[in-house]
């Protein structure tokens, strides 16, 4: 899928951000017909991250930014270009991406949104390895935000537990050096899995009146039965066809960064590529399904955690709302 340029586009700084409030499995027992060790059982997750009510998802993509910036060692005025992969918006318009760039003075920067859902970042990054390849732009940040409190519906049980606010960011740079970077990527969508999932409030079919609202439409839908099979499915195919396709081995991958929605579904994908759970990286148990910030809030922990390096083979593997999903093959850079 991957039609090289001059360039590869590698990784070169990640950085994270997780509010501070803790909502335990315990907090939703308190008011719903649930306990904490059927979260735990069905899902993996024991507490998530809530953002505080007047904060947008831009808020915490500026903190994520902010450590990958230091951590690069670079200011704000050398980014080309930032893409912004999220379903919650700070608005429908003008786009987070805008936002940002006004918050940071990125005076240097353009950029837009992109809503693939939990492929968010994915999607995102496959879009900014194009800019990168090419060697039209030197420096571009791909953001995975959502503040998924803002459209969860906290009365059904179905969907609240599930959920999680975060922003996690990563840059792209190009490297000459054609061995490390984005290597190869598989990218699907079937709309045929809208009816599964969905938020149908707020848009130009239905637009936000008193009706969608006392009907609970901007709010998220799930089917979680029919998500759960087709998930497994689709996610646990593409990360297998990648590692095939590139000749690579169970044991030459040193760790399978899976979207985080369930995990059954990561232990599912896990086992159809013959990867121990050693070299899964999970963060679902901590801040629960964050949507587009699940795959790159996992990459910058494991690597402030000092376990990633150089000449890693990794796979990121998304599935979520849509359909869509995927997954991105990558040789760590630094
Ligand atoms: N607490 C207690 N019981 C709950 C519950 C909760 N929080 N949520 C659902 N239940 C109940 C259901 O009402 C159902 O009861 P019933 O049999 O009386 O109808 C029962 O538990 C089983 O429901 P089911 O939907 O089969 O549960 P599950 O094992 O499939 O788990 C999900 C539900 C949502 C955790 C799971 O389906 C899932 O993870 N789906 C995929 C999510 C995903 O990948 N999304 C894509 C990207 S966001």
Known sequence: MLNKGPFNAA????GHYFPERIISNKYFEEYLDTSDEWIKTRTGIIERRRLDKD???????????EMLLKNRGIGIEEIDLIIVGTVTPDMIYPSTACVIQKEMG?????????????????????TAVQFV???SHKKVIVVGADKMSAISNME?????????????????EPTEDKSYGVVDAILKIDGEGGKNLHQLGGGSLNPASHETVEKRMHYVYQ???????????????????????????????SFLVPHQANL????????????SMDKVMVNINKYGNTTSGTIPTCISEYWHEGKLKKGDY?????????????????????
């Not at 796979?315 to 760590?332: E, K, M, P, Q």
Request: aromatic letters at 10%.
């Open 223 to 253: 089917d979680g039965k029919s998500v759960f099979k087709d998930a497994v499915k689709g996610m646990a195919d593409v990360s297998y066809d990648i590692m095939v396709n590139n000749n690579l081995s169970s044991e030459q991958i």
């Open 55 to 65: 904060k947008p998802t831009s808020f915490m993509a500026v903190k994520a930014i």
């Open 314 to 334: 990794i796979v990121l593997s998304s599935f979520g709302a849509g359909y869509t999903w995927g997954s991105i093959l990558v040789r760590w850079a630094y």
């Open 106 to 126: 990125a005076k240097n920067a353009w950029g837009f949104d992109i809503l693939a859902a939990c492929s968010g970042f994915l999607f995102s990054l496959m």
């Open 156 to 172: 059904d049980r179905n969907t609240c537990i599930l959920f999680g606010d975060a922003a996690g960011a990563v840059l792209l």
């Open 11 to 14: 990784i070169t700084a990640v």
């Open 264 to 275: 059954r579904i990561i232990t599912a994908c896990a086992e159809r590529m013959g990867i």
């Open 133 to 135: 390849q090419c060697g």
